[in-house]
């Protein structure tokens, strides 16, 4: 009713949201992590030239993750690598992958705390959304005429149709591009914004997205 008396909208971040994968991403470490081993073993190969034979050169070179694999054999020729060490070694790296998943869990849960969101419909003609979103049949709809704003409207301009996928948002693309130091689209959170999981497609949903925070309303 607050919305209708004073011509507003409500946005809210998407953790307060029902569903908890709500704009979260999804980075597969080990492509990423492997991706920046071969970027330092190609810029460290005439350093290396001078430690390994091109026997172990050649072999790191076609290992999935050239770090991991030299790790073990760079350590081993000071003679005080010993295989209980070099197990060791190994369960670091994969203690590296786990604590990159935390911190993966961590970034989802800022960036869905630092967006705001307006939720719109296509339909009216939705039971199931009746009984969620207007109190079990008891509310009423707003009907926005967007088809009437112009292109310019910043309203227009930040408003999207929901993607619905069985699959979380892959970022992997944006963060191999952004290890690299070359350009990439920065806005690629906006987009996991948009994402949902094909179970809501019922819902025809679009959405008016901010990349600020809620304001808290007192």
Not at 32 to 58: C, K, M, T, V
Not at 130 to 146: I, K, N, P, Q
Request: aromatic fraction near 10%; glycine fraction near 2%.
């Amino acid at each position: 009713m607050r919305d209708l008396q004073a011509d507003t909208v409500w946005l809210t971040a998407p953790e307060d949201f029902n569903d908890p994968y709500d704009s979260a991403i999804r980075v597969a470490y080990t492509q990423l992590r492997a991706n920046i081993g071969r970027s330092i073993f190609s810029r460290s190969l005439p350093r290396l030239q001078e430690h390994l034979s091109p026997d172990e050169l050649r072999e790191a070179s076609v290992a999935e993750d050239p770090i991991v694999a030299l790790a073990p054999v760079l350590l081993s020729k000071s003679g005080t690598l010993n295989t209980d060490d070099q197990k060791l070694l190994l369960d670091l790296l994969s203690r590296f992958q786990q604590e990159s998943t935390k911190q993966l869990d961590a970034l989802n849960n800022g960036f869905r705390n630092h967006l705001s969101v307006c939720c719109f419909s296509a339909t009216d003609r939705s039971i199931v959304m009746w009984s969620h979103y207007a109190d079990r049949h008891r509310g009423f709809c707003l009907e926005y005429d967007v088809a009437a704003m112009p292109s310019t409207d910043v309203r227009r301009r930040l408003l999207f149709p929901v993607i619905y996928s069985s699959n979380l948002f892959d970022a992997t693309p944006y963060f191999l591009q952004a290890s690299t130091g070359n350009p990439f689209n920065n806005l690629y959170l906006l987009l996991a914004s948009i994402h949902k999981a094909q179970e809501w497609e019922y819902e025809q949903e679009w959405r008016f997205v901010v990349p600020a925070k809620p304001p808290t309303i007192t």
